[in-house]
């Protein structure tokens, strides 16, 4: 198994996912972050009706969850793609399939979120003040969780060339 995971195919795969990780996962912080700092809470029930509050956190949240969950076109999906591909063609096909499973339970608590902001009603209360910074943040993290399809062909070759830093 050691050296399936240390195969260009799987050194590939772990950075291709890290990448990936690294902006939707932030970027989900990042909202969660701003969310605390309006509410003083972590209570999934303060998320209700969002929508109507700060479409942009909600609508990047929904972005952000639906990446997480591997669902295409996100980052997400190419990543957890690349991970189970490197999985299955090293003879770890179990490995993908608990990969899988998990992923399917992972969208039931990430679909909960996306129900409470966009469908429930909540608090209708004054919209979310959103510091400019903020924004920023969280569009840095956005764009790549969004847009990192269309340069895939440059992150497959930069971590091609990566591996070797890994492997010597």
């Known amino acids: ?41 972590f209570n999934v029930n303060d998320y209700r009706g969002l929508y109507r509050r700060s479409p942009f956190l909600a609508i990047s949240m929904t972005i952000f969850l639906l990446s997480l969950m591997g669902i295409p076109p996100f980052a997400g999906f190419f990543g957890k793609l690349f991970v189970f591909a490197a999985a299955v063609n ?4 179990w490995f993908a399939v608990i990969g899988a499973l998990n992923s399917v339970v992972a ?21 979310f003040k959103l510091a400019g910074t903020s924004r920023a943040l969280v569009w840095i993290m956005l764009l790549p969780t969004v847009g990192m399809v269309l ?8 971590t091609g060339r990566s591996w070797k830093f890994f492997i010597g």
């Open 90 to 93: 090293h003879n770890l096909a």
């Open 107 to 127: 969208v039931y608590y990430y679909a909960r979120v996306i129900k409470a902001m966009i469908i429930e009603g909540g608090d209708e209360g004054a919209g």
């Open 1 to 41: 198994m050691g050296a399936a995971v240390l195969s260009y195919e799987g050194v590939q795969a772990v950075l291709i996912y890290l990448i990936t990780y690294l902006f939707m996962n932030l970027g989900a912080f990042l909202v969660v972050i701003e969310i605390f700092n309006q509410t003083n809470s």
């Open 151 to 158: 340069f895939w062909d440059r992150i497959q070759a930069l």
